[in-house]
């Protein structure tokens, strides 16, 4: 890109040079450069800088040879800063109110976990006692009488009941007769 260099304008600074003057870093202005986002041209294999052209508008220009004519005062860089740590300390002080809050809504929850602790301690304490009364009622009191015989006790695999015998051919025999397969 040759922008102004046939003018007579600006015969261009060094690449080194312009990206002190920008308050950029040289890798960074070259990659500008080739992307054609600020004004310049290469000339013998190395870049030159139309710095003019390369400031936003508004900003102070650059008397040739005064590189401190781009930047600030003291006083502004000092203001910026405090600028941007005030910013960092109202996002730490919502940061840190937002964690007491958070804090107060643990310490409410873990009250309320040791009050149901507690009462759950209580009831466990009642219920141990009336469990150990309970047994030693159950100690001291007269055997019950067994329940009444019912009219038929259902057969159980232990008892000594005959159980009739199985057909010949067990089942399946039975089935065979039953549907005519015999």
Same mark, same amino acid.
């Given at each position: ?48 800088? !139309?710095? &003019? @052209? %390369? +400031?936003?508008?508004? $900003?102070?220009?650059? *008397?040739?040879?005064? =590189?401190?004519?781009? #930047? ?58 009336? !469990?150990? &009364? @309970? %047994? +030693?009622?159950?100690? $001291?009191?007269?055997? *019950?009488?067994?329940? =009444?015989?019912?009219? #038929? ?30």
């Amino acid at each position: 890109m040759k922008t102004g260099q046939d003018t007579g304008q600006d015969t261009g600074t060094p690449l080194v040079d312009a990206a002190t003057l920008l308050g950029t870093t040289p890798a960074a202005l070259r990659k500008r450069l080739q992307r054609g986002s600020v004004p310049g041209y290469k000339r013998e294999g190395q870049w030159f800088v !139309l710095v &003019e @052209a %390369a +400031l936003p508008m508004g $900003s102070p220009r650059v *008397a040739h040879g005064q =590189p401190t004519a781009l #930047a600030r005062t003291d006083d502004q860089r000092a203001a910026d800063l405090a600028m941007v740590l005030d910013r960092v300390a109202a996002m730490y002080e919502a940061q840190l109110a937002a964690k007491d809050s958070a804090l107060v809504a643990k310490d409410e929850t873990i009250a309320e976990l040791r009050r149901r602790a507690e009462v759950a301690e209580s009831e466990r304490s009642d219920l141990a006692r009336q !469990l150990a &009364e @309970a %047994a +030693l009622a159950a100690a $001291s009191a007269p055997p *019950a009488a067994p329940p =009444p015989p019912s009219a #038929a006790p259902m057969p159980s695999a232990y008892d000594d009941t005959p159980v009739a015998p199985v057909p010949a051919g067990g089942f399946w025999g039975w089935v065979r007769r039953a549907f005519g397969g015999e």
